[in-house]
């Protein structure tokens, strides 16, 4: 004599009143294993490369967040040459303005920097990659002060603010 489980009936209800519909969740399933599976070996052969993308948030000097995206959005043109966006941040002290980009890849002869008082414009064209982004500035800097370095693909570039000029104050009389 064959003994029942507790949940048999379940069971069958389950199976009767769902029928068909799980097994189609159960190839999807298999479906995504063999497409991560996929994936992950043209990661591992390089046929294909990461893509990192994020922000940041900062408190600003006006006490309001300050959100700033980042990342790689690689894009492959005709020419094979991805274009990427640098992973960029911006620190800012009482004195200077300093810019840290992100730019593997490529050699310190490829890169151009130009800067105005309000923006940072960065480019840069390598064999197999291409950098381009433009960093607003959090104040208003001396382009001429601007020092730039590259090392291990990583672009800084400190400029020093521009400060109004300090106006002579009058000592008023009060009557």
């Given at each position: 004599m064959r003994r029942r489980r507790r949940w048999d009936w379940f069971d069958e209800f389950f199976e009767e009143f769902f029928g068909r519909e799980f097994e189609m969740f159960d190839e999807i399933f298999e479906r995504m294993m063999r497409d991560?599976?996929?994936?992950?070996?043209k990661a591992e052969s390089g046929e294909i490369k990461p893509i990192v993308r994020g922000f940041s948030i900062r408190i600003g000097p006006d006490g309001k967040p300050e959100i700033r995206e980042f990342g790689t959005k690689p894009m492959i043109k005709e020419t094979g040459v991805e274009e990427?966006?640098?992973?960029?941040?911006?620190?800012e002290t009482d004195d200077e303005v300093q810019v840290i980009a992100e730019m593997p890849?490529?050699?310190?002869?490829?890169?151009?920097?130009?800067?105005?008082?309000?923006?940072?414009e960065i480019k840069a064209e390598g064999e197999n990659r291409r950098y381009y982004e433009v960093v607003d500035l959090p104040a208003?800097?001396?382009p001429e002060s601007a020092k730039a370095?590259?090392?291990?693909?990583?672009?800084?570039v400190i400029l020093k603010k521009k400060y109004p000029k300090k106006e002579e104050k009058k000592r008023i009389k009060i009557d």
């Open positions: 991560f599976e996929e994936i992950i070996r990427r966006k640098p992973l960029v941040d911006v620190i890849g490529v050699s310190k002869e490829d890169i151009e920097v130009n800067a105005s008082e309000t923006k940072l208003e800097v001396d370095r590259y090392n291990n693909g990583v672009l800084e």
